[in-house]
């Protein structure tokens, strides 16, 4: 079973890239089993691919342009409209935070209702804001306008803005 | 960068944070959020957003990811480089073959061969196949001998080495005399592992040094070898033992492997590298 070290590495990549990878499936699917199957699913092709990589660039950026091609393939399949099954972060119920105001109980919350927002909105956030993607990195990743990129990302930020501040709202 | 003069002002102002505008058009985006009170409360609303967004999405790298994906990712085989170049190399030399000449050098090379096979078959010829395949198992066990000591080794915090890190100089002594292979100790410090002792264990009845290190996620990672008798350098070799993961490779008459948890990511880095250094 020797293998070479090209292919090692991609391996050894790819776990380390793991988490990030997972994060942003999980802004796809919207739950952790779908995320997981989604994953294992890119990883196994990504190795069995390995050749065509053309090692130019973030490799987490071929990863997850693989990941959202085989979602949208997923949801064909699966004739399911995207979006479907969500709940609207705006119709979402508030953030419930104990006495304590206790971080991780506020992380946990606001991740759940990070999940529910739309699909669109939430792979975009990550890509530039938390990630640092530039728009075109983005738009050639999730293959969408980069106009569409920016909007996206407004709406995005002016929720997650809109969830913290009822919040503040409501402790107050 | 991008002419957003024709986009809302959330969206731009969005660009902004991103430091995705224009030149003029950041300056002009700037005296707006100084001179105007709506833009600045629209500007600190995305901030904010930007700002939450982070830190939830932060969480997410703190879950663990399932042990069984790791495995899976690292036991999925790759495909045969150079498949289809191999193909046509086949179909060429397939043609090649055809041709009068190699027919002639074939047939040839048919009666010198089995010429030779004849007189090697009356005498006491050994063929090689047999001793490798006799060997496959012995590997096979050392390497299950050594996951075996780590499930044990790993788990100890008192007890974790026969020697201490302090007595490093009496470790390589030691070690070079009680199994026969000369080395050094690998400074793992830059990749974040620190040394912490030695141990002598027996794997198919042959000494083995094991030299430990901790990880900064506090896991033991560890270096052994053993003289095999085996003078064949080869590449390295991933191996995985349900919770363990090896990387193991020869070089002249020693077998090497590293071992650790097999969630490790950096086990084949770390074989790379103490190839190099031991």
Redesign the interface.
């Known amino acids: 079973?020797?293998?070479?070290?090209a292919?090692?590495?991609?391996?050894?990549d790819?776990?380390?890239l793991?988490?990030?990878v997972?994060?942003f499936a999980?802004t796809l699917t919207r739950n952790a089993s779908d995320a997981?199957d989604l994953?294992?699913e890119v990883?196994?092709r990504a190795?069995?691919k390995?050749?065509l990589w053309n090692g130019e660039g973030r490799l987490e950026s071929w990863i997850y342009a693989m990941t959202r091609n085989l979602w949208v393939d997923e949801v064909r399949k699966r004739k399911v409209r995207s979006g479907a099954g969500t709940v609207d972060a705006g119709e979402q119920n508030e953030l419930i935070v104990d006495a304590a105001g206790e971080k991780a109980v506020y992380?946990?919350q606001?991740?759940k209702m990070?999940m529910s927002m739309p699909e669109g909105l939430s792979s975009v956030?990550?890509l530039?804001?938390?990630e640092g993607h530039?728009?075109k990195e983005t738009a050639d990743i999730l293959g969408i306008p980069?106009?569409t990129v920016?909007?996206r990302?407004?709406t995005?930020?002016?929720?997650?803005?809109?969830?913290?501040?009822g919040d503040t709202e409501r402790r107050a | 960068m991008?002419d957003?003069r024709k986009?809302?002002l959330?969206?731009r102002?969005?660009?902004l944070?991103?430091g995705?505008v224009q030149h003029d058009e950041k300056e002009e985006l700037e005296r707006l959020i100084a001179t105007n009170s709506e833009a600045r409360e629209l500007y600190d609303?995305?901030k904010?957003?930007?700002e939450?967004?982070?830190?939830?999405?932060?969480?997410?790298?703190k879950?663990p990811?399932?042990l069984a994906?790791?495995r899976?990712?690292?036991k999925?085989?790759?495909?045969q480089?150079n498949a289809s170049r191999s193909n046509g190399l086949r179909s060429h030399f397939v043609s090649a073959l055809m041709q009068p000449q190699a027919m002639a050098a074939c047939l040839a090379l048919l009666v010198v061969g089995g010429g030779i096979g004849y007189f090697l078959g009356a005498g006491s010829y050994v063929p090689d196949v047999p001793v490798q395949m006799a060997q496959a198992p012995v590997q096979k066990n050392w390497l299950d001998d050594i996951a075996a000591y780590h499930r044990v080794y790993a788990r100890q915090q008192r007890h974790l080495a026969e020697v201490p890190p302090s007595e490093a100089d009496h470790i390589v002594s030691w070690l070079t005399d009680s199994v026969g292979v000369g080395f050094k100790l690998p400074d793992l410090a830059p990749d974040g592992l620190e040394f912490k002792g030695a141990r002598l264990l027996v794997a198919q009845g042959k000494p083995v040094a094991q030299l430990l290190y901790r990880n900064q996620e506090n896991d033991i990672i560890a270096i052994c070898f053993m003289k095999n008798g085996d003078s064949t350098d080869?590449?390295?070799?991933?191996?995985i033992k349900d919770d363990i993961g090896l990387v193991s490779w020869h070089k002249g008459a020693v077998a090497y492997v590293v071992v650790g948890p097999s969630?490790e990511?950096?086990l084949?880095?770390i074989a790379?590298k103490v190839s190099t250094q031991i």
């Open positions: 079973m020797h293998q070479t070290a292919y090692n590495d991609i391996r050894r790819l776990v380390s793991l988490p990030k997972r994060r999980m997981d994953v294992q990883c196994e190795i069995t390995s050749h992380a946990h606001l991740n990070i956030f990550v530039v804001n938390v530039s728009y980069i106009g920016m909007s990302l407004s995005a930020r002016l929720r997650l803005s809109a969830m913290v501040t | 991008n957003l986009q809302p959330d969206v102002l969005s660009a944070l991103d995705e609303r995305l904010r957003g930007s939450i967004g982070n830190i939830a999405f932060e969480e997410f790298l879950e990811v399932p994906l790791v899976k990712i690292k999925t085989e790759p495909p480089q080869d590449g390295f070799d991933e191996t969630s990511a950096t084949t880095k790379e």
